[in-house]
C-alpha cells in the first residue's frame, strides 16, 4: 500500500506555521536525552549530571549539523547565504550531529567529572533511539527518499519535491523507513550489549560501526546525495571513515581489556 506524507505544517499558532519536523525532533531529542541519563543510572552510576549540560550539547550539536548540511550544500548556500539560518522545514546533517556531539561530550566529561567512553555509550545508544525516531521528520517534509519503485510500500512523492530526472515518477523508495527501522534495531542491539557488560567506550565503537553500516546502505538507494568525491557520495566516504575510527576503537578497546 502507498504510503504518502499529509504535509508539512501541523498546525498553525497566530498564522505562524509548526512544522512536523520541529515537533518530531524536539521529540526524539528529549527521547534520546532521557534513554541516554536512564541507561547511564542503571548501568553505569546513579549520580549523572547529564541534564545539567544537555541543553548546551543540543545547541551545540544542532550548530554542527546545520553546519555540515550547509558545507556539503556549498553551492547552493554560496548563492542563498541568508537561508544557512532557516532550518524549519529541514536541513540537518546526523554526520555533523554526531562529530559536534562527541567532541562536545568530551568536553563537558571534563567539565563535569564524568568518564567520556561511559558517556559515549549512553549517549549513542540514545542517539540511535532519537535517530529511529527523528527520520519520520523527513516523511512530513517529503525528503530523504530513494530512487523510484513499485514496491507494495512504495512512498509517493509531490511533484515540487521530485528531481527534475525523476519528475515523471510518482512512487520512490521510502529511505526514512528503511534507516528509521534500522536505526531501532541498532538501538535494540545495544541495549542487550548494556545488559551483557560490554567494556565501557565498546558500545560507544558498535554504534559507530553499525550506523555506518546502516548508512552506507541506505545511501546506496538515495537520490538526493548533493556532493559525490569520485563518484561516491560524502555520506557514504563519511561513514566508512566513522566504521573503521569505530572498528578500531572497539579492537583497541578489547585487547586492553583483556
Not at 227 to 255: E, R, T, Y
Request: hydrophobic share 50%.
Amino acid at each position: 500500500m502507498p504510503i504518502s506524507s499529509p504535509g508539512e505544517i501541523a498546525f498553525s499558532i497566530f498564522e505562524f506555521p509548526v512544522y512536523y519536523y520541529g515537533i518530531i525532533l524536539a521529540f526524539a531529542i528529549f527521547v534520546g536525552v532521557y534513554t541516554a541519563d536512564f541507561l547511564y543510572r542503571k548501568y553505569y552510576d546513579k549520580v549523572s549530571y547529564i541534564f545539567d549540560f544537555t541543553p548546551y550539547m543540543i545547541i551545540l550539536g544542532i550548530l554542527g549539523a546545520r553546519l555540515y548540511y550547509c558545507a556539503v550544500n556549498y553551492s547552493y548556500y554560496l548563492a542563498h547565504p541568508f537561508e544557512i539560518f532557516y532550518i524549519r522545514q529541514g536541513g540537518l546533517s546526523i554526520h555533523g550531529m554526531i562529530i559536534i556531539g562527541i567532541l562536545s561530550l568530551y568536553f563537558f566529561s571534563k567539565i563535569y567529572k564524568m568518564p567520556f567512553l561511559k558517556l559515549a555509550d549512553v549517549f549513542l545508544c540514545g542517539t540511535a533511539l532519537a535517530q529511529s525516531i527523528g527520520r519520520w521528520g523527513n516523511f512530513f517534509n517529503s525528503e530523504a527518499f530513494g530512487t523510484p519503485t513499485n514496491l507494495p510500500w512504495k512512498l509517493f512523492i509531490p511533484i515540487s519535491h521530485r528531481p527534475l530526472e525523476y519528475i515523471n515518477f510518482e512512487y520512490f523508495h521510502p529511505t526514512f523507513l528503511y534507516e528509521s527501522i534500522l536505526n531501532f534495531c541498532i538501538f535494540l542491539v545495544l541495549v542487550f550489549c548494556f545488559k551483557k557488560n560490554f567494556t565501557s567506550g565498546k558500545i560507544a565503537c558498535l554504534y559507530l560501526i553499525l550506523y555506518s553500516v546502516v548508512r552506507i546502505f541506505v545511501e546506496h538507494f538515495r537520490v538526493d546525495s548533493v556532493l559525490n568525491i569520485a563518484g561516491f557520495p560524502v555520506a557514504q566516504i563519511i561513514s566508512l571513515v566513522m566504521l573503521l575510527f569505530g572498528l578500531c576503537g572497539f579492537i583497541l578497546l578489547s585487547k586492553q581489556h583483556n
